[in-house]
Nanobody, 124 residues
Framework: QVQLVESGGGSVQAGGSLRLSCAVYGYTPSNYYMGWFRQAPGKEREGVAGLHTDGRRTYYADSVKGRFTISQDNAKNTLYLQMDSLKPEDTGMYFC?????????????????WGQGTQVTVSS
């Protein structure tokens, strides 16, 4: 019984900022992988950013490097995605996901648990 709940999405003008949150409820191992993925209508889901909760690994898609920051609050079992300098092409449904199995990857099919998503819309 593991649940992920995203929040923080909304509408913002280009150049603005949003911070997404993802709370994990239920069982969590000592360390695990968490990631943010996004999907625009008619497009494939893509990995945006990820981390391992031991703090030793992070990942950013090239398209968001320098603009997005992934972080965690282990005490709250919460993942964050700070999104700055947002662009219209960042628009999409953003999902958080957790992977409890071994091995680093941002392949969505390898992640065990998913939230329902939060919409991010960036206008010109």
């Amino acid at each position: 019984q593991v649940q992920l709940v995203e929040s923080g999405g909304g509408s913002v003008q280009a150049g603005g900022s949003l911070r997404l949150s993802c709370a994990v409820y239920g069982y969590t191992p000592s360390n695990y992988y968490m990631g943010w993925f996004r999907q625009a209508p008619g497009k494939e889901r893509e990995g945006v950013a990820g981390l391992h909760t031991d703090g030793r690994r992070t990942y950013y898609a090239d398209s968001v490097k320098g603009r997005f920051t992934i972080s965690q609050d282990n005490a709250k079992n919460t993942l964050y995605l700070q999104m700055d300098s947002l662009k219209p092409e960042d628009t999409g449904m953003y999902f958080c996901a957790a992977k409890y199995t071994l091995g680093w990857t941002m392949r969505s099919s390898e992640y065990n648990y998913w939230g329902q998503g939060t919409q991010v819309t960036v206008s010109s």
